[in-house]
Every structure is written in C-alpha cells, then in structure tokens.
C-alpha cells in the first residue's frame, strides 16, 4: 500500500449527498480528501498503523453542514457572555427581560452600556396577551437608571433602548429618523425606546466601537459554536462599509481583517464565505457604485478557506415590522415598500435595478435580501435584466430570505440559474406571530420550500444567526414537518419537502450558493473531508427526533475540530 489513509470510518450510514443520494457504510480520508467511500472491504485496505478507525455503530455520516447565511462576528457578540441572551426560553416576559438588566447592572460600572439581543414579542407575555403592548423604556428605567442599554431584537431590524441611552443618543420628541428608519413614539409623542430598520444606526453611533479583540473573541466563539454543531462552512453575508453601523460594526470592514488574521494564525476552523456590504439601507445606485468601486479585493491567501464570492443589497425590511413590499396590504394596512432611496416606488424600483445592473456588470455575484412579494418580484426581474444586457454564464445571484416567493419570481429564478436562500428556523420561530401581521394563509405560505423546488430553483437554507440559533437539526426537520415553536401547529404542509432535499439545501446546494459544488457539499472522491457524524440513524429517525440528535464529530478539511468520542 502506498499510502494507508488518516481516518477512517466503518460501520455507519453515510449519507454521500451525491445526485442519487446514495448511502455506503465507510469512508476514508487521506492528506484532507476522501479517498474512498464505499463498504467495509472498500476501504478496510486503507487503514494502517497511524490511521484513525472510528465505528460509528449505525451513526449517521454527513458532509460537513453549511450554514449560507450566518452573521460570524454579530452572532457570537449576540450570545453570552457577550451579550445577554433574550431569547425564548431564557426570558418569557418583559418583567425577565428587566430583571436580566438589573441583575447585569449589578455587575458592571455606572455608566456602561449593557446589551442584549433576541427578543421577541411573541414570545414576550405581555405583548402576547396584548399585541399593542410594544417594549418601552419604562420597562428597563426603573432597573438601570444609571446605564444606557440597548437590547437588540431577534431579527436584527428593532432595537430596545432606556432612557439613559436616548439621552446619551441625543434622541428626543424632535428627532428626526435616518432615512428607511423609524422612531417610534407614544401617542404624546415621545420616543418609545424602539427604533426600527434605518433608525438603529442612531444607537450604534452612539455606542463604543468594537474593538479588534472583542471583534476576535466573538468570532472565535462562533466558530467553537458551529464546531459543536457540525456546521464547516458559512456566508458571511455582508461585511463592508454598509455594516459599520450595524451591531457596533460587527458587519463593517474591520471585521473581515480579523477574519484574515485567523485564517493566517490557523484559527479559523470552518470555511467563510463573504458578501460585501458596500452601502446600507436607503442607499442611492450612485451610493452604492462608488462604494463598490472601492472595495476589497479578496478574502484571504486561501480562497478555499476565505473568499469574497459577491456583494449584498438591501432591498425592503421584514414582515414582522411591515417594511415588507407586499402586493397586499397587511392585516391593518400598508403595504411596506423598498428600502433604497427614491420619493416614489417607482423610483425606488429604478434604483433597485441600477444597483443590480452594476454590481452584475461588474461581475459581481448578488445576493439580495429581500422578503416582501412585491419586492422580490421586482428583484427577480432586475436580475433578469441585468443578465440580459450583460450576458454572464453562471452568475449564480440570490434571493436572500425570499419569504413570499411568486410563481412568477420561482420561474424567472429558475429559468436564468438564480437561487433562493431561506430560513426554516426563522419559520419555525415566527409562523405563528406572522398570522397577526399578513393573515393565516399568507402565514403559512411564507418560505415556500416545496413550491420553489418543484419550480426548479436552487434552494439553500441559513439560519441567519443571530437571528435564530444556528443548529441545521431544527431547520431540517422544520422543512419536513412545517410545524411552529411556540404552538407546534403546522403551517403550510403543502410546504413540506422531504428528508433529502432538506439535507441538500444545507450541503450541496448551499456549496452551489459559494461556486463550490465541485469540490465540497458531498462525500464523494476527491471532495476535501467536511464531515459530520450525527449520533444514530438520521434516514429512519422521527423527524421530531432530529433536533436532539447529538453531532459527535465534526471534521474540517480532514482536521478534527469537535470530538465527543474521545471526551
């Protein structure tokens, strides 16, 4: 034997992912490939005195998860001991979210801001009860006269301050919102203490930058996080000059340098992929071309392991703060509209198309978050357009959320080569709170997984961390069972896809999404060792089952970078 192999796994199912999805029982791995998938006597030959012989006793053996739409930096400053965690369950009421800040105002200097992110009002008591009931600062005054405080939401596009940081912020009745943004005020109009979309950027410029370190130990956290959950390969999607004011600039430009400094100190334990961020929201095309223009070059020294693939642009808001673009109206009125600037939708419309046309032209991928139907309508033939005057092969430009995909968007889409990247943990997280904003149909539609696969389109699935946890397991079985968190009712079976073609959204065509499909996203020959070992058998498990299912090895590039099996 030339050359015995470096680790070698006997005995499982491993789930290669390839175009037939077929299973074998072994696999092997040598300098960082797989060298051989197959049964037992395939690769027994392999192994030799320095090889690594795992049993994996029926254990489930995946490609290494990647996770498409992952914010590295803002996720681990999200999560403690970084930032209170807000989430449900850790806080089901606005009463637990004020004593989480008093009990942290006990515990750092007068004066100090104190941050957390991830809550949620539907997951809040007195919100639930009461819809029109909103978080205030007068809910966190009483507990942290002394500290500014600002707590982020679950979905990135509203933050909760107090009094201390409206005063430090320079906000009052007065105020003006930043374009695309909104203050809210009381009926005698006073702020609130919520700031949605565009009007974050007033806290954040008011908060101490982050710093290198800070930048460092919330990606290093991350990337232990992901390590423990099998996920080897993420988009970072959007980090540049648009992000600068965005979580204390964990989405800004320095960002990526830390990036590049942990891929040459060895430290960077999974595969990054970056969308740059050149402008933010209710941004002008002629904004966003100038920005663009100044740009970084690349990622790293190793584009296997960092890589810029493309930019982002945002085109409309959430539902859940009706910045939306719907064709309908929600539930109360108002359709939203397109967050870039311009007086009219019309205007709007053409700027949106500017920015892609440019970025297309350029030779840019595009990935373009966009969630109402109206907007993604628009989005989609603004990608057409673009692809018709400047003809590329492959460009492989996204939709990014994609929540209310039309048939017509589904069919431009998937006739151009253009994908969609969506969040089934989002979906579990919010199908029930949704129902009160765009109704119980529209509700269950959103993130329609079977729809958009049966209409040829390219589906890849991201947690959008730290908007929801980044654990794959939740995701698949919500794209196989369509049932929510709060209340586990279904929402829209019609909805539902299988096992498998949940697995390719986190694996290959998520490799699809990075130009990477050639070489990572299945255990086939030749294709580097992301791998991912999931304690029992994931083909015959209750989908229920999948998200406790325990992932015991992750392996990197043939590195072992998460091991129970030895713990």
Same mark, same amino acid.
């Given at each position: 034997m030339d050359a015995y192999a470096d680790l070698v796994f006997l005995g499982g199912r491993v789930v290669t992912v390839d175009a037939e999805f077929s299973v074998a029982s072994a696999l092997a791995v040598t300098d960082g490939i797989i060298s051989d998938v197959g049964e037992r006597d395939d690769v027994a030959p392999l192994v030799g005195p320095g090889t690594r012989v795992v049993d994996l006793r029926g254990a489930t053996l995946l490609p290494g998860i990647n996770d498409s739409h992952l914010h590295g930096c803002a996720f681990g400053m999200a999560t403690p001991p970084l930032s209170l965690d807000l989430g449900h369950p850790a806080v089901s009421s606005l009463a637990d979210v004020a004593e989480a800040v008093r009990e942290a105002a006990g515990r750092v200097p007068d004066g100090r801001w104190i941050t957390g992110h991830g809550w949620d009002p539907g997951y809040l008591h007195e919100c639930a009860l009461d819809p029109s009931r909103q978080p205030s600062r007068h809910d966190l005054d009483a507990v942290s006269p002394h500290h500014p405080v600002a707590l982020y939401s679950f979905s990135g596009h509203a933050t909760w301050v107090n009094s201390k940081a409206l005063e430090l912020m320079g906000v009052d009745r007065?105020?003006?919102?930043?374009?695309?943004?909104?203050?809210?005020?009381?009926?005698?109009?006073?702020?609130?203490?919520?700031?949605?979309?565009?009007?974050?950027?007033?806290?954040?410029?008011?908060?101490?930058?982050?710093?290198?370190?800070?930048?460092?130990?919330?990606?290093r956290s991350t990337l232990a996080t992901l390590a423990r959950l099998g996920v080897t390969s993420y988009t970072e999607p959007g980090l540049g000059p648009g992000g600068d004011g965005i979580m204390r600039g964990a989405l800004g430009t320095q960002t990526l340098d830390v990036y590049r400094r942990l891929l040459a100190d060895g430290e960077l334990t999974a595969r990054v992929g970056v969308l740059l961020l050149? %402008? *933010?929201?209710? =941004?002008?095309?002629?904004? @966003?071309?100038?920005?663009?223009?100044?740009?970084?070059?690349?990622? $790293? %020294?190793?584009?296997?392991?960092?890589?810029?693939?493309?930019?982002?642009?945002?085109?409309?808001?959430?539902?859940?703060?009706?910045?939306?673009?719907?064709? #309908?109206?929600?539930? *109360?009125?108002?359709? $939203?509209?397109?967050?870039?600037?311009?007086?009219?939708?019309?205007?709007?419309?053409?700027?949106?198309h500017a920015m892609i046309r440019h970025a297309h032209a350029a030779g840019h991928q595009l990935g373009v978050h966009v969630t109402g139907?109206?907007?993604?309508?628009?989005?989609?033939?603004?990608?057409? !357009?673009?692809?018709?005057?400047?003809?590329?092969?492959?460009?492989?430009?996204?939709?990014?959320?994609?929540? @209310?995909? %039309?048939?017509?968007?589904?069919?431009?889409?998937?006739?151009? *080569?253009?994908?969609?990247?969506?969040n089934?943990?989002?979906?579990? %997280?919010?199908?029930?709170? #949704?129902?009160? @904003?765009?109704?119980?149909?529209?509700?269950?539609?959103?993130?329609?997984?079977?729809?958009?696969?049966?209409? &040829?389109?390219?589906?890849? =699935? *991201? =947690?959008? !961390?730290?908007?929801?946890?980044?654990?794959?397991?939740?995701g698949v079985a919500t794209m196989v069972l369509r049932e929510s968190k709060a209340a586990g009712r279904v929402s829209g079976p019609e909805q539902r896809i299988g096992l498998a073609e949940a697995l390719r959204t986190y694996t290959i065509d998520a490799?699809?999404?990075?130009?990477?499909?050639?070489?990572? &996203? =299945?255990? #086939?020959? &030749?294709?580097v060792a992301d791998l991912c070992v999931l304690d029992g058998d994931l083909l015959t498990a209750d989908p229920h089952d999948i998200p406790s299912m325990p992932v015991v090895l992750t392996v990197v590039d043939g590195q072992v970078v998460h091991d129970a099996l030895r713990d």
């Open positions: 007065h105020t003006v919102a930043p374009p695309g943004g909104a203050v809210v005020v009381d009926e005698a109009g006073e702020p609130t203490g919520l700031l949605h979309e565009g009007a974050q950027a007033l806290v954040q410029n008011a908060l101490p930058p982050l710093g290198r370190q800070e930048r460092t130990d919330a990606i050149p %402008t *933010g929201m209710a =941004s002008t095309a002629e904004e @966003f071309a100038r920005a663009l223009t100044a740009r970084a070059d690349s990622g $790293g %020294t190793d584009p296997r392991r960092l890589a810029i693939h493309g930019v982002k642009v945002f085109a409309d808001g959430i539902v859940p703060n009706k910045t939306a673009w719907m064709h #309908e109206p929600y539930v *109360g009125g108002g359709c $939203g509209s397109l967050c870039v600037g311009g007086e009219t939708d019309a205007e709007r419309v053409a700027e949106i139907d109206r907007a993604i309508d628009t989005v989609a033939d603004a990608f057409a !357009a673009a692809m018709a005057e400047h003809p590329r092969p492959d460009a492989r430009h996204y939709v990014i959320h994609g929540d @209310f995909l %039309t048939a017509h968007s589904m069919k431009v889409l998937a006739e151009h *080569g253009f994908g969609v990247n969506m089934p943990t989002i979906k579990w %997280t919010v199908a029930d709170m #949704e129902e009160a @904003f765009v109704g119980p149909g529209r509700a269950a539609y959103a993130w329609p997984y079977r729809a958009a696969l049966d209409a &040829g389109v390219r589906v890849a =699935s *991201g =947690s959008d !961390a730290p908007v929801t946890h980044p654990d794959w397991r939740q490799a699809w999404q990075d130009f990477a499909d050639d070489w990572k &996203g =299945s255990l #086939e020959r &030749g294709k």
